[in-house]
């Protein structure tokens, strides 16, 4: 049955729209499509982007799957419109959260970094399931909870070997299951099945990142 609320809007935001938040957009997007149809809609846009940029061939070799997306993918500069019309602005950095909220400062309680949402989402043990509705109570619930977090930043793989941006693959990918899990049914699941999947999440997405700490300490 077709939700009767619009659907949840996601902007994921990175430089140049071609590598980090373009992964990102089309994974996820592709992920809760085949889930929900209709009920979210996944876009991205880069702080740094300018016309000719394009999605790199080392993108396409890390993410196999996601071919026929990319080859759609059509990089677009950051709008202060695009952040006001999201439900939800996962930057793949805290420099460019604040990027984003630099420019459109009322959307701080819609504004976090992937792997700090997650982090959050997995620790509370939220699962929105295909309710637009429920995911934004859920979004609402985060941003309350989210003091102490301490989250990896994506890597940046543009310009470097392929062996960077498989890295890269490696360390946002946990992040975004955690979204989908969230996706895959409604209700509160138990503290400790979610506190396990925060922990595994963020281990599983340090190896790459210059912080050196994404533990997770939230506020409950």
């Not at 070799?61 to 419109?81: F, I, N, Q």
């Not at 392929?162 to 969230?182: G, K, N």
Request: hydrophobic letters at 40%.
């Amino acid at each position: 049955m077709a939700n009767a609320a619009p659907p949840l809007r996601i902007l994921m935001v990175c430089t140049g729209n071609i590598c980090r938040s373009a992964y990102a957009h089309h994974y996820l997007a592709a992920a809760l499509d085949r889930q929900h149809p209709g009920s979210f809609v996944v876009e991205s846009a880069g702080v740094g982007w300018f016309r000719g940029l394009e999605v790199t061939p080392e993108l396409y070799a890390a993410a196999p799957g996601l071919h026929d997306r990319l080859a759609g993918h059509r990089g677009r500069l950051l709008d202060p419109a695009m952040v006001r019309a999201a439900d939800l602005v996962l930057a793949v950095t805290a420099e460019h959260r604040q990027e984003v909220l630099a420019e459109t400062p009322a959307a701080l309680k819609r504004t976090f970094t992937i792997t700090e949402f997650s982090q959050v989402l997995a620790h509370l043990g939220l699962r929105p399931g295909a309710d637009p509705q429920a995911w934004r109570a859920a979004i609402t619930e985060i941003a309350r909870h989210r003091a102490g977090v301490q989250a990896a930043d994506i890597e940046d793989p543009y310009g470097q070997p392929q062996a960077a941006y498989d890295a890269m693959i490696v360390q946002v990918r946990p992040a975004l299951d955690v979204l989908v899990e969230a996706a895959t049914g409604s209700g509160q699941s138990s503290s400790k099945g979610s506190s396990a999947r925060a922990s595994q999440a963020a281990n599983r997405s340090t190896g790459t990142s210059n912080s050196g700490n994404s533990s997770t300490k939230v506020r409950s």
